[in-house]
């Protein structure tokens, strides 16, 4: 019993001290000219790999360091992706036959470079790049001394990304935007060619914690194939707005707050040419401690109030301290607002919802483009007892008054952030004033009518009494009368 066990343990000895020798004297950097070339192959762009290696670590694992991916041939721009180390759990047994199985990668603070340019064209490489060894077939690799080797594998199980950094650049945006997710955390796993892969993401943007995640399932892109996503969940917790949307020069109106969206969604193709236009879905958007910097928006609807000029000024004059107080202040604090949206051929049509401040709501749809174009209605509606203040100090714009004793207001808010602009309807507006002029024009006609009628008639040829049919009342009192009120309003 005791040779047995002394054999087994010399046995066990042995294999060690073999496979210690074996890591230690196999060059498994010879494979990397053939990595490399496969690599450049599967994403059409110039990689770097300064070195691969072979180490134990509670386990067989290959390591690689000066991992890149360039975005151009001159290697001016910066990479789609870089990293200084990798590591890879590689199979052992496999490895003896000359075969590079490996069950999972682990890429440590990558930084990923993700870019769409003027035209709308969106370079996804970066990201496709962490599971690009998937798409690397088989192939001979050289043996030591340069004889013919045994088949050579790369296949990936599941790949890691830690700790990593991912950079947007969008050049269709004025000015163009920067983006930067930090702590990047992504497992792509189910790792095969040509077939969907289950994507996990989670990243901090504009935070300290991460506060984007997105669940999917996608298929990268190829040499013969442009890549699709199956269905995607994004999800964004207190997103600061100022973070994603485009810096506003000094003064210009800026939009802030903390946004949270939960989007469900398909993209049939990653061609940079069609993918905008072929996303689909749909979701919803809560804003909370939102504001307008640089824009009082209920100011800037009554300065554009063409049909009454100087409006402004007339306000400021004659209302109490505490209204002056709010069409002078810069900006419009928001309160929580919630907005369903729907995603469909390249524009996000947002359902009916209400915009509240202290002093106003808006009642607004319409659609935004995924290039940030805004094409929105609105129905501005003032606070009753600012709306009688109002009506006070200018009396023509009672005609705008709903039932509530509220004015309303129809404004159209279009533009590109953050060149926004909040225009009132004005051939809405006047047509509203000059009927409320000729109705009460004709009611007063109504009511002279009225009392001429209980007097007795003039005998002719005594003063005042008519000289003819004309001279008694016009032939059309009503359309004459709501043409001189419109006319005044002009």
């Not at 917790?237 to 946004?259: T, V, W, Y």
């Not at 879905?281 to 307008?292: F, H, I, Y």
């Not at 008519?466 to 009368?481: K, N, Y």
Request: charge should be negative; glycine fraction near 8%.
């Amino acid at each position: 019993m005791k040779k047995l066990l002394l054999i087994l343990t010399a046995l066990v000895l042995v294999a060690i001290i073999s496979l210690g020798i074996f890591i230690a004297t196999f060059d498994i950097d010879r494979f990397r000219p053939l990595v490399v070339s496969q690599i450049e192959q599967a994403v059409g762009r110039p990689v770097t790999l300064d070195r691969l290696s072979l180490a134990w670590r509670q386990g067989v694992v290959v390591e690689c360091r000066g991992f890149a991916i360039a975005d151009d041939a001159a290697g001016e721009a910066e990479p789609l992706i870089r990293m200084e180390a990798a590591t890879a759990e590689v199979q052992l047994v496999p490895l003896l036959r000359r075969q590079l199985l490996i069950s999972s990668i682990t890429f440590t603070r990558p930084q990923i470079h993700v870019t769409r340019d003027a035209q709308g064209r969106v370079n996804l490489l970066g990201l496709a790049a962490v599971g690009s060894p998937a798409a690397v077939g088989a192939g001979p690799a050289p043996e030591q001394g340069g004889s013919e080797a045994a088949p050579f594998s790369f296949n990936v199980g599941s790949a890691t990304i830690r700790d990593g950094a991912l950079h947007w650049s969008d050049a269709m945006t004025q000015p163009p935007a920067d983006l930067r997710m930090t702590a990047l955390t992504m497992t792509l796993r189910h790792i095969e060619p040509g077939k969907p892969i289950d994507i996990t993401l989670d990243g901090a943007l504009g935070s300290n914690a991460p506060n984007v995640h997105l669940r999917g399932r996608v298929t990268l892109p190829g040499p013969d194939r442009p890549g699709s996503v199956e269905q995607m969940t994004v999800t964004t917790e207190a997103l600061p707005l100022e973070a994603i949307l485009p810096q506003a020069r000094e003064g210009e109106p800026q939009l802030r707050g903390k946004l949270t969206t939960q989007l469900d969604g398909a993209l049939p193709t990653l061609d940079e040419a069609q993918w905008l236009q072929g996303l689909s879905g749909a979701g919803s958007l809560k804003l909370t401690e939102g504001m307008l910097v640089n824009l009082n928006v209920l100011r800037t609807v009554f300065d554009r109030l063409s049909i009454l000029p100087g409006l402004v000024q007339s306000l400021e004059g004659r209302l109490p301290p505490e209204y002056r107080a709010k069409l002078a202040a810069r900006d419009t604090a928001l309160l929580p607002v919630e907005v369903a949206a729907r995603v469909e051929g390249g524009q996000v049509q947002l359902e009916p919802f209400h915009i509240k401040t202290e002093t106003f709501g808006m009642a607004t749809r319409g659609r935004v483009s995924l290039a940030g174009d805004l094409d929105l209605d609105a129905m501005v509606q003032v606070d009753p007892t600012l709306s009688a203040a109002i009506v006070e100090a200018v009396k023509e714009l009672a005609a705008l008054a709903n039932r509530q004793g509220e004015l309303e207001i129809p404004v159209k808010i279009q533009g590109r952030a953050p060149a926004v602009s909040i225009v009132p309807d004005v051939a809405s507006i006047t047509v509203k004033i000059g009927m409320r002029r000729g109705i009460e024009a004709l009611g007063k006609f109504l009511n002279r009518l009225d009392e001429s009628s209980d007097e007795p008639p003039a005998p002719a040829g005594e003063e005042g009494a008519p000289q003819s049919q004309t001279e008694q009342a016009p032939a059309d009192p009503f359309g004459l009368l709501l043409q001189r009120a419109i006319q005044k309003t002009q």
